[in-house]
Structures are given as C-alpha cells and as structure tokens.
C-alpha cells in the first residue's frame, strides 16, 4: 500500500488552517488550535487512531470558537480523504465502543464517498472549560461533509461533559483506524460491489 500522507491548507478571512496527516502512523501529535479542550480532543483521535496529526489554526477566536472548529473539521476530513487514496484493500468501515468512568459512547464510520452525519450526543452543561460543547457538531458536520464519509456518533449515557466527549473522540479515533486498516484479503480489492467509493 502506498505511503499514506496529505498535508491541506485552508485559508479563509476567518481561519488559517493546515492540517498534516500519516495515516500509518505511531499516534504523535502536534497541535496548535488555540483552543486546548480540542487539542485535548484531537490527541485522543491521533493516539487512539495510530494517525500521525499535525494541526496549526488560527482562528477569529475574539468571536467564538465557531468558524475555527467547524474549519478544523473541514481541513482534517480533506486530508484524510486525500491521504486515504482509492481506497483499494481497506476495511472501509469502523465501529468503536468506549468508556470512561460513567460515560459510554459509540461511533460507526463507513468510509463511503458520500458524507452523511447522525450526531445523538446529548450534553448536561452548555460549556467544557470555555468551549461550547454544541461545537462538536460542527466539527463532526465539517468532517463528514469533506471526508466524504458516513459517520454515526451516539453517546449512549454519560453525566460528565468532559467524559462525554472523551468518549466520543476516542471511539471516533478507533473507529476510523478501524476502518482505514488494510484488510489482507482484500488486498487489490475495492470494498464495494460498485467499483468506486
């Protein structure tokens, strides 16, 4: 399988943002967002995921978190989906469940060329630290639509804000690990009846 890397900038007159991914990688990271509870969340993906993940933003921040989140989302999904290649002996899909203390969370990934998202994670409190937590749909939203991928996330219980979404990114970095793995006996082989994905 070819060396599985991409590297995507999107500049906008809201956000600066490049995105370097190895698909095959150890699990680092290198994350420069200028909002830590999502870099926290973006360390879990690399490290769960065993994807190598360089992000540096700069966002309207002064704003909100909003237009950099949902940016981050965006460049990342394109990324992978310029990493991921033709998609030629891989699993294609991915499931995870994870927990963490209280909280127990579910993500299912097909990686079929056509986004679609199903976001049921319901959260107790507006804010973890200074962020939003409704922002993680838009994160989501952006990934799934330029990923090009269909992407279910469920929190299925859970108290803690903090636990709720640790679970989600962490179940969200197994899963599309998962699902990006070469498969051996489909080596050559396009996982889909209809020759494109």
Do not use: C, W
């Not at 579910?106 to 990686?111: C, K």
């Amino acid at each position: 399988m070819a060396t599985r890397k991409a590297e995507i900038t999107r500049k906008t007159n809201e956000t600066d943002i490049t995105v370097t991914v190895n698909l095959d990688g150890s699990g680092q990271s290198d994350l420069a967002t200028g909002i830590p509870f999502l870099e926290h969340m973006l360390d879990q993906v690399a490290r769960h995921g065993l994807i190598d993940l360089s992000i540096k933003a700069k966002g309207d921040l002064h704003i909100d978190g909003h237009h950099t989140m949902e940016d981050i989302g965006i460049t990342l999904g394109q990324a992978i989906n310029k990493a991921v290649g033709d998609k030629q002996g891989i699993r294609r899909y991915g499931h995870a469940y994870v927990p963490l203390d209280e909280a127990l969370s579910r993500v299912v990934i097909d990686l079929s060329g056509r986004p679609g998202l199903e976001f049921a994670v319901k959260f107790q409190r507006a804010q973890v630290g200074e962020l939003e937590v409704d922002l993680f749909h838009e994160f989501f939203q952006g990934f799934t639509n330029h990923a090009m991928v269909t992407l279910h996330v469920d929190s299925l219980r859970g108290i803690n804000a903090h636990h709720v979404a640790e679970t989600v990114f962490k179940a969200f970095g197994r899963a599309l690990r998962m699902a990006l793995e070469p498969d051996p006996r489909m080596q050559g082989i396009l996982p889909s009846t209809k020759g494109s994905l």
